[in-house]
């Protein structure tokens, strides 16, 4: 079983930042693809970054040019920075990895974006 453990949420001011960091239990070139994902109350789990094990990096539309994924192979960690935050990022994130056929997830973050 794959363990992905998040960390980084809280709450902060729009046009603040924050990086969530997605540790894995085994080294990240193990999964075709890692991203981070989040979900509003009320609403689906939507994608918001992800790249493949080659290193292609793909952003949800809302999120380009604010937020950036990076990862640190020797900590098989995976990284969100958010920049400019906005009160419509306020959501749980989660950390996806994909090991075909299967998909991880790990507990989730919050993060809340408020005055």
């Known amino acids: 079983q794959v363990q992905l453990v998040e960390s980084g949420g809280g709450l902060v001011p729009p046009g603040g930042s924050l990086r969530l960091s997605c540790a894995a239990d085994?080294?990240?070139?193990?999964?075709?693809?890692m991203g981070w994902y989040r979900q509003a109350p009320g609403k689906q789990r939507e994608l918001v970054a992800t790249?493949?094990?080659?290193?292609?990096?793909n952003y949800a539309d809302s999120v380009k040019g604010r937020f950036t994924i990076s990862r640190d192979n020797a900590k098989n960690t995976v990284y969100l920075q958010m920049n400019n935050l906005r009160p419509e990022d306020t959501a749980v994130y989660y950390c996806?990895?994909?090991?075909?056929?299967?998909?991880?997830w790990g507990q989730g973050t919050q993060v809340t974006v408020s005055s």
């Open positions: 790249f493949t094990s080659g290193g292609t990096k």
């Open positions: 085994r080294s990240i070139f193990s999964f075709s693809y």
């Open positions: 996806k990895a994909r090991r075909s056929p299967d998909d991880y």
